[in-house]
């Protein structure tokens, strides 16, 4: 999620906050399929980004909201802010990508527990029982504290319905860039959880959530912090010590793993590491984090600038992360990030396919 440094306020309720999450339909076979998914990069400005097949077999990439001016729109209408702006692209196995955005999935804003006609960030979605749902980060009302939000619908393109405020620790600590994941039946939700720190050091937790989508606070855990590892700050200028848009996938040997993000969003240090934890979708210890992980991302920028990431991406672009992960019809293994622009200041969306070989994960 990309904001101000958290002692820092929001220059405007409607900013755009600039820097993954996503709905993962866990238990994808290891391997390829038959089928061949297209995969591809968008001109269009878009953070956050979090990507899932609707029921009617397009693929929907939702992300942080977009002001009046951010074009062009494909269905959508001109002139206005989107909250949660979505790219309709694909079909079947087929993935692609879009350069336009086709609609608003949360015309109504982030709901009266929120600063009114503020931005909402790194919304993740989930098909879960024949309902979506929907977190997403916004302002708490009277206040500067990030915390996050629930909406539902039963459609991945419809306007989503707010349920209120679904997490807001206390003392003003944030919870942001929630992602949802559906495993064994249940469903889930990552996000980066800073009440499980104390100030500068960030981390990330998951939780079991029941039918009506909030939390069974008994079941979280702790999945990651900070401490854990030393290139989030590596350069940075900042005073919070950033880990953050976590994502669940299952990898080799039917381990659940992490991806996340550290560094600083609009620098070509942004990054995206990977810890495994283990079989079960809710850790009993910390993540463990893969190829020194703890020194060097996983993936990231391999030029000037970069922190020598364990491997790069397609593209080879500028501070590639808020990666997230999704399987296509096929269950083909996917993952959608976004990367930094400097020239223009903007982030942009970019999906791969996630494989596995002798040495690791990659990306194609």
């Not at 999620?1 to 820092?8: E, F, G, N």
């Not at 200028?237 to 560094?263: Q, R």
Request: charged share 15%.
């Amino acid at each position: 999620m990309t904001r101000p440094r958290q002692k820092s306020l929001l220059a405007s309720a409607l900013a755009v906050a600039l820097a993954v999450t996503t709905a993962i339909a866990l238990g994808a076979p290891e391997g390829p399929t038959a089928a061949q998914a297209s995969t591809g990069s968008s001109s269009f400005s878009l953070a956050d980004p979090s990507t899932l097949q609707a029921k009617d077999g397009t693929y929907v990439t939702y992300g942080t909201t977009v002001g009046s001016g951010a074009g062009p729109r494909c269905g959508a209408q001109s002139g206005v802010t989107l909250y949660v702006p979505f790219l309709n692209h694909g079909s079947g196995d087929t993935v692609s990508m879009s350069d336009c955005v086709a609609g608003d999935a949360l015309p109504s804003g982030p709901g009266s527990w929120a600063v009114d006609n503020g931005a909402v960030w790194a919304p993740g979605v989930a098909l879960y029982n024949g309902t979506y749902y929907m977190y997403y980060a916004a302002t708490k009302a009277g206040t500067s504290q990030k915390c996050i939000g629930l909406a539902t619908s039963g459609g991945a393109k419809s306007p989503f319905t707010n349920k209120g405020e679904w997490a807001c620790p206390s003392g003003g600590r944030w919870a942001i860039d929630p992602n949802p994941f559906v495993a064994n039946g249940k469903l889930y939700v990552a996000y980066r959880d800073d009440a499980i720190t104390s100030y500068p050091e960030t981390g990330i937790s998951i939780v079991q959530v029941g039918s009506d989508g909030f939390a069974l606070w008994s079941t979280r855990r702790d999945a990651l912090k900070s401490t854990d590892l030393a290139w989030d700050t590596v350069n940075d200028s900042g005073e919070t010590h950033v880990i953050e848009n976590p994502s669940i996938f299952v990898g080799g040997a039917n381990h659940y793993y992490l991806l996340f993000s550290g560094n600083n969003w609009n620098s070509a240090r942004y990054a995206t590491g990977i810890a495994d934890c283990g079989t079960a979708p809710i850790p009993s210890s910390r993540c463990t984090l893969l190829k020194d992980g703890a020194n060097q991302p996983y993936f990231g920028y391999t030029g000037t600038g970069g922190l020598g990431p364990y491997r790069g991406l397609p593209g080879n672009h500028t501070g590639p992360g808020a990666m997230a992960a999704f399987y296509t019809e096929g269950n083909r293994r996917c993952v959608v990030w976004a990367w930094y622009d400097a020239a223009t200041g903007k982030r942009h969306p970019i999906i791969g396919e996630l494989k596995l070989d002798s040495g690791g994960f990659y990306v194609e």
